[in-house]
């Protein structure tokens, strides 16, 4: 969808304000909302639960997350991984009163993407529930404490952030800059609500296979597991090894011929891609049915014409390639292959494509 049309849409709507005194009431309970995901390359996959068992998950997790007016996340056994992702319950119920005023309209009550505002919109807000977020700068490390930029990780609290404050250019996560304070407690609201969605998720799968009601135990124990982990990646942003000024020096002079070799041939963008960079269907048929994790419809980006929604600066694409979007099909760069210096020329190359159109 077009801003300009999303934003009158909207207005129009009255969904678009400031945080006023507006806040869930003292009654509103978080409820079950079926879980959408791709399975395979093309099988969508929905996870329902009947209306009494998703009546008593919410009334199980209800012990661990709070009610959207007073949020919270308990783990005693996890405290220290809480605090780390400041996930307190002053700083969460500042941002549910921000996130009802400026997100709800599309990302819904339950964070799942099916606001209000949703239903026109082309790709679909984010449904925070499965913890997958698409631009990130962190990086999973291996069993030996090695980084591993073949695994999905979770994001830095900067990374959503980054996109909260400025937005997504192309799609219809409009900018929401405001005061670091509010921005801070928006962050802390949406990984609370991902962090419920996890454990709902994991909870549902767990009873419709099992065929076992899932206790508090159960929850503590795969909570714990998730904190342990995003606390983890949170710390472990991607620092490239060579700054982009002194590669950026070597190739403005040949015109980034070497960028210009890797996008063509051993680094496998043109695949989807294509030779000119601009992703069409026409060249490359096998994109028309891509999809990314929730099952939603996608299409690799063509630098000539499309904004890059994760950000345009080189660091931004640097990371889109060397880490992949890991909840698209854009995996990360065969980091055996393919040097730090290699990734700079490519996002060179690419940036190159963008300033000639």
Known sequence: MHRGVLIVLLAGMGLLSGCGDAAYSEGERYHFQPYTM????????????????????????????????????KCDEAQSELNELQLTPEKMAFGSKLFLAQCASCHGKEGNGTGKAAFKMDPKPRDYRFGKFKYV????KDDDGKPDTGKASYPARIDLHRTIKMGLDGAGMLSFDQPEERLDALVSYVMHLSLRGQLEYRMTRFW???????????????????????????KASYTPTVPWEEIQREGVKDNWAK??????????????????????????????????????????RSFVTDPFRGG??????????????????????????FSDADIWNIVGYIQSLQEKK
Request: hydrophobic share 35%; proline share 6%; glycine share 6%.
């Open 38 to 73: 791709l399975e395979g390359t093309d099988t969508i996959k929905e996870y329902v639960l009947p209306k009494e068992k998703a009546k008593e998950m919410d009334e199980l997790l209800i012990n661990f997350f709070g009610t959207p007016l007073r949020p919270q996340v």
């Open 137 to 140: 700068s962190t990086v999973r």
């Open 208 to 234: 419709l296979e099992e065929d076992e009601k899932p206790t508090e135990k159960d929850v503590t124990k795969e909570l714990k597991e998730i904190l342990k982990q995003w606390a983890s990646d949170a």
């Open 259 to 300: 960028g210009r070799e890797l996008f063509l041939t051993k680094a496998g963008c043109i695949d989807c891609h294509g030779k000119n960079g601009m992703a069409k269907v026409e060249e490359l048929p096998n994109i028309a049915a891509m999809k990314d994790d929730w099952g939603g419809a996608i299409k690799p």
């Open 312 to 337: 345009s600066r080189p660091i931004d694409l640097f990371y889109r390639i060397r880490l992949g979007i890991k909840p698209s099909r854009m995996q990360a760069i065969d980091s055996t292959k």
